[in-house]
Nanobody, 123 residues
Framework: QVQFVESGGGLVQPGGSLRLSCAAS????????MGWFRQAPGKEREFVAG????????YYAESVKGRFTIYRDNAKNTVYLQMNKLKPEDTAVYSC????????????????WGQGTQVTVSS
């Protein structure tokens, strides 16, 4: 089993940046595909970014391409989400998740989830 602790959320002005971290416990972290999802009030959870176990392949939602970067450090059991040029519509609770197989952008395909961290983009 894998457990996660997210950090790095907060309040930022439009155009600003934040880096989210997701630290995993467990020895099998490096074998999982990792994803970041977000959920805004009254909306469904949506895929933001994903990264293969090796870090060699990354995937992004169209809404964040060119602004967000996902990367991982398997030696530190941590996956990151660097968020630049933030917009008010990026406001949501962001959660990391892990899966071994399935469709990467479907939340139901993921096996383990973090508790989430709030990101608020507002002036």
């Amino acid at each position: 089993q894998v457990q996660f602790v997210e950090s790095g959320g907060g309040l930022v002005q439009p155009g600003g940046s934040l880096r989210l971290s997701c630290a995993a416990s467990g020895r099998t972290f490096s074998s999982y595909f990792m994803g970041w999802f977000r959920q805004a009030p009254g909306k469904e959870r949506e895929f933001v970014a994903g990264i293969s176990w090796s870090g060699g392949s990354t995937y992004y939602a169209e809404s964040v391409k060119g602004r967000f970067t996902i990367y991982r450090d398997n030696a530190k059991n941590t996956v990151y989400l660097q968020m630049n040029k933030l917009k008010p519509e990026d406001t949501a609770v962001y959660s990391c998740a892990a899966r071994r197989s399935g469709t990467y952008y479907l939340p139901n395909e993921y096996d383990y989830w973090g508790q989430g961290t709030q990101v608020t983009v507002s002036s």
